[in-house]
């Protein structure tokens, strides 16, 4: 396999209520994960809050860190990770990410998914993801096998533990200059 592309990891912590109940329960430093296919982050897809200002209404969204939900939370945290995959795994990705924008309005956030994490008991429904579950799905439909566990178990906090993942940023997202 021929590395010569790079897709991006973005874990958060924004530091709402909700993240701060996840992260009570798992002691995770952040708890909201994105996958980017840009090293700017213009690109950046995941599961969360369709509007800002309504944690309850959640489903696939383009994520956008200066008018979106990150920019309502300026002192959001975060880990930003590369991983090196070949240009037939990025059309593999770019494939499957294009059924969820093709058909976004039938996406729900799996809110039972998050509690089944707790449970270590998958939860899945056919059109509803959490964000970690989201990313880990785009990878391993793309034949991208970071862990040996369903998508619906995995945790943004899997994603820090991954060896294949590289650390390219950690501190705060407004502060993220990607390096060209």
Not at 29 to 43: Q, V
């Amino acid at each position: 396999m021929e590395a010569d592309h790079s897709v991006f990891i973005l874990l958060t912590n924004t530091g709402t209520l909700f993240t701060k109940l996840i992260q009570g329960y798992t002691k995770a430093p952040y708890n909201h994960a994105s996958i980017a296919f840009d090293r700017e982050l213009k690109e950046l897809y995941s599961f969360g809050r369709k509007n800002p200002s309504n944690p309850l209404n959640g489903g696939f969204v383009h994520e956008d860190l200066r008018t979106g939900t990150f920019s309502k939370y300026p002192d959001t945290t975060c880990v930003i990770y590369e991983l090196h995959v070949s240009e037939r795994e990025v059309e593999k990705m770019r494939r499957v990410l294009h059924v969820f924008i093709r058909s976004r309005q039938k996406y729900l956030y799996n809110m039972l998914g998050v509690i089944g994490i707790a449970l270590k008991e998958p939860v899945e429904f056919s059109n509803s993801y959490f964000c970690s579950q989201f990313v880990a799905e785009i990878l391993d439909r793309s034949g991208i096998k970071l862990w040996n566990k369903l998508p619906a178990l995995v945790t943004p906090d899997d994603f820090r533990q991954s060896d294949r993942l590289e650390l390219i940023y950690q501190g705060k997202l407004r502060e993220y200059a990607p390096r060209q």
